[in-house]
């Protein structure tokens, strides 16, 4: 084993060892120049080549957390209901620099809905969803938006209901600002969850939620979709 001094770090770092470097932590060291180093003692991972499907099914991060990533749900690219629908699409410019968005107008007086079809990537690990909404208004005041889904495989019934509505309130603070709202509490698609699968999402304003107060159309720019990654690409 060959071993070699670590500058002002106080300890010798062997070429490769399994075990314990004298801190209540075991490492495990390949060479510094290609190799992998895992343990409190040395930050990250430094990798030559390294096999992410043969150390385990999930890649995790900040001491187990799973992996991460996101898709964009577009107002330009969702469907109103049928009944109770959102108004739009509509492509509007603002008044001076003609800046464009797509938008979909919620208005304060139902609880009007707009849905989107999505394939999820196969690297969804098939668990929890959270959500946040890019949204604004022509006036001040706080909205609430809530998010229901579903997801199904193949051969499973189209006509099965969503799951529970998880919502957020926010407040505009200024006419005309974009607005992002926190992230909301993590949901389940109703279904039997998967990689690869089909979700319909479905987006409504909560205007009979005692926070909202909004006199005005609700105007939705995106939502962004977070979910959690199984495997390393799709």
């Keep these: 084993v060959n071993i070699e001094q670590q500058a002002g770090k106080g300890y010798l770092k062997p070429n490769f060892v399994v075990g314990d470097t004298g801190t209540s932590t075991p490492f495990f060291f390949i060479n510094q120049k290609g190799g992998v180093s895992i343990g409190n003692n040395y930050t990250g991972v430094t990798i030559g080549n ?66 989107w079809d999505v394939t999820m990537p196969d690297s969804w690990n098939g668990g929890t969803l959270s959500a946040k909404f890019y949204w604004t208004s022509t006036t001040t005041g706080t909205g609430a938006l809530g998010i229901r889904a579903l997801s199904l495989g193949d051969d499973d019934a189209i006509d099965t209901a969503p799951s529970a509505t998880t919502t957020v309130t926010d407040a505009v603070t200024a006419a005309n600002d974009l607005m992002i709202t926190a992230s909301t509490a993590h949901f389940t698609p109703a279904g039997t969850p998967a990689g690869g699968e089909n979700v319909y999402f479905e987006v409504c304003r909560e205007f009979d939620n005692a926070s909202d107060n909004l006199a005005a159309f609700l105007r939705l720019l995106q939502v962004k979709i977070e979910y959690a990654k199984s495997t390393y690409s799709d």
């Design 50 to 115: 390294l096999n992410l499907g043969a150390i385990s099914p999930n890649i995790t991060v900040n001491e187990g957390a799973l992996a991460s990533s996101t898709i964009i749900l577009t107002a330009g690219g969702a469907t109103p209901k049928d009944a109770h629908g959102a108004f739009g699409p509509q492509y509007i410019e603002s008044t001076t620099n003609k800046v464009g968005k797509y938008m979909l107008d919620y208005q304060d007086a139902e609880a009007q809905c707009a849905m």
